[in-house]
Structures are given as C-alpha cells and as structure tokens.
T-cell receptor, first 116, second 117 residues
Framework: AQKITQTQPGMFVQEKEAVTLDCTYD???????LFWYKQPSSGEMIFLIY??????QNATEGRYSLNFQKARKSANLVISASQLGDSAMYFC?????????????FGTGTRLLVSP | GAVVSQHPSRVICKSGTSVKIECRSL??????MFWYRQFPKQSLMLMAT?????????EQGVEKDKFLINHASLTLSTLTVTSAHPEDSSFYIC?????????????FGEGSWLTVV
C-alpha cells in the first residue's frame, strides 16, 4: 500500500531564506507521481509542483523545487527566498499510476511559518 | 486551466438532517472523482473514489450508508451526509481527474465547511 511520511509537524524560517520540507514515500508501483500542495487557512488546495517517477530532472516551478531522490524514496520541497505569504500548511502526496483508480494519498502535513 | 467547482462552500445543518455537497468539473469530463475529509489541523483523508456510472469505492472505515456518493454524469459527483451529527462537522473537499492521462492531471474543488448543530 502506498504511504507518505512527513516528519516535520512545523517549520520556522525567516523571510528571504530558503527552507526544505521533508517527504518520504513507500510504494511498490514503478510508475507514480509525487505532488506538493499548499493549504492556507481558507482550506483550498493550491498545487505547487509535480514529479513523475520516470522524470530524470528534478521539477522546478518558480521558487519551488522538488529534490527527488528515487533510491531513497524522498521528495523534499525546497522553497527559496521565503515570503510572508508562504506561511501555510504544506502537504506531500503520491499517486500510484498503475493502480485502478490512481488515488491521491496525502502525508500528515507540515505547518510553515515565515517570520519577518 | 481546468476548474472544479464545489458547492456549497459553507453549510450549517441541524442534527439528524441530511446535507448534499456537489462537485462539478466545469471544463473537462471527470471519469473519476475523489472525496476527502479533513478535521482541523489534520491531513486530508480519502473517503471514497467515485466513477461515473458505477458504485463508489469506499475506503476502509468509511460508512457507506452515512456518506452517500453519486457520480451520475461525467461532470458531477455528489456527497450526501445522511442523518448528520455534530461529529460529522468537518471540511470536505473533492478532486477530479479526467482519466488515465498524465499523472498530474488532478484538480481540487474549493472545499465545503460543514457544521452540524
């Protein structure tokens, strides 16, 4: 069964600094996708970045990059030049692509607080 | 980009009544929709997977008779919380996928805050 682990309940970072949010996963599927979402207090799920298991390059989207280490089964999110608006919950998620429904399963989340 | 609309965004209902939440894909056909529940300060827990024209597949521990899911068309899935109780108060959010396309093609609705009084 697929499993996502986020070991950091909370992280603090100063504005303009970089921060890494950890995510490890477990799956027996060879084809899968890894996601990071941001959830502000309003509840909406904001898609940040995606990494496919066969992608050789680490995904990048603006200030977000995904440090994908397949052998270690980790998919850490790096946010560069943190902004006050980055304060939110961050969820790592995985989708097994060879299973029937391709369910998206979430980790427990990390609350990021950016201070001035 | 693709949009998934969820309605209502907030609802308050009396204990013992039923409440329906709709999830619509506005510009694509969603062969699969997923329903999640999220308690305060917790993660999103998958409740069920809904496929158009067939019965929903519920996750272990989710009461099928309590949380009725209907996926009547390729653009609409509904979640009905029957005989709601205060412990059903939660944030419910849906997501939709157009099918077996790229792995990253999955879109979320805005979510619905349910309060049972």
């Amino acid at each position: 069964a697929q499993k996502i682990t986020q070991t950091q309940p909370g992280m603090f970072v100063q504005e303009k600094e970089a921060v890494t949010l950890d995510c490890t996963y477990d799956t027996s599927d060879q084809s899968y996708g890894l996601f990071w979402y941001k959830q502000p207090s309003s509840g909406e799920m904001i898609f940040l970045i995606y990494q496919g298991s066969y992608d050789e390059q680490n995904a990048t989207e603006g200030r977000y990059s995904l440090n994908f280490q397949k052998a270690r089964k980790s998919a850490n999110l790096v946010i560069s030049a943190s902004q006050l608006g980055d304060s939110a919950m961050y969820f790592c998620a995985m989708r097994e692509l060879n299973t029937g429904f391709q369910k998206l399963v979430f980790g427990t989340g990390t609350r990021l607080l950016v201070s001035p | 980009g693709a949009v998934v609309s969820q309605h209502p965004s907030r609802v308050i209902c009396k204990s013992g009544t039923s409440v329906k939440i709709e999830c619509r894909s506005l510009d694509f056909q969603a062969t699969t929709m997923f329903w999640y529940r999220q308690f305060p300060k917790q993660s999103l827990m998958l409740m069920a997977t809904s496929n158009e024209g067939s019965k929903a597949t519920y996750e272990q521990g989710v009461e099928k008779d309590k949380f009725l899911i209907n996926h009547a068309s390729l653009t609409l899935s509904t979640l009905t919380v029957t005989s709601a109780h205060p412990e059903d108060s939660s944030f419910y959010i849906c997501s939709a996928s157009p099918g077996q396309g790229d792995g990253n093609t999955i879109y979320f609705g805005e979510g619905s805050w349910l309060t049972v009084v």
